[in-house]
C-alpha cells in the first residue's frame, strides 16, 4: 500500500503562516505529481497547488502569491508554505500524490487531511 503522512495542521490568526508536511511511503515506481487540496463544510473539495515530477507549479487564484508548494524528492515529500493566512483559508488540507505502482499504472492517493483555523 501507498500511505500518506499529513502534518502541519493547527491554529493561526490571520495574517500568520503555517507549513504543512506530506511523505509518502510505500512501493511506487514512480511519483506523477503531488498537489494540495482543500475543502470547508459545506463546500467541495478545491484544488489548492500542484507540482509535477518536474518541478513546475501551478495555484489556484485564491492561494496565488501566498502560498508555495515545493518537494524533496528524496524523502517523497511535499510541502505547503502557506503566508498571510486569511480567514478563509479555513478548511481541512488533504495531500494528494499521483503514482506508479506494481499494481496501478496510475493512482491517485490522499492523505487523512490536516484542519487549519485562521481567526480574524
Known amino acids: 500500500q501507498v500511505q500518506l503522512a499529513e502534518s502541519g495542521g493547527g491554529l493561526v490568526q490571520a495574517g500568520g503562516s503555517l507549513r504543512l508536511s506530506c511523505a509518502a511511503s510505500?512501493?511506487?515506481?514512480?511519483?506523477?505529481?503531488m498537489a494540495w487540496g482543500r475543502q470547508a463544510p459545506g463546500k467541495e473539495r478545491e484544488l489548492v497547488a500542484t507540482?509535477?515530477?518536474?518541478?513546475?507549479?501551478n495555484y489556484s487564484d485564491s492561494v496565488k502569491g501566498r502560498f508555495t508548494i515545493s518537494r524533496e524528492t528524496s524523502s517523497k515529500t511535499v510541502y505547503l508554505q502557506m503566508n498571510s493566512l486569511k480567514p478563509e483559508d479555513t478548511a481541512v488540507y488533504y495531500c494528494?500524490?499521483?503514482?506508479?505502482?506494481?499494481?496501478?499504472?496510475?493512482?491517485?492517493?490522499w492523505g487523512q487531511g490536516a484542519l487549519v483555523t485562521v481567526s480574524s
Open positions: 507540482i509535477t515530477s518536474g518541478g513546475s507549479t
Open positions: 510505500g512501493l511506487m515506481f514512480s511519483i506523477n505529481y
Open positions: 494528494n500524490i499521483g503514482v506508479t505502482t506494481p499494481k496501478f499504472r496510475f493512482l491517485a492517493v
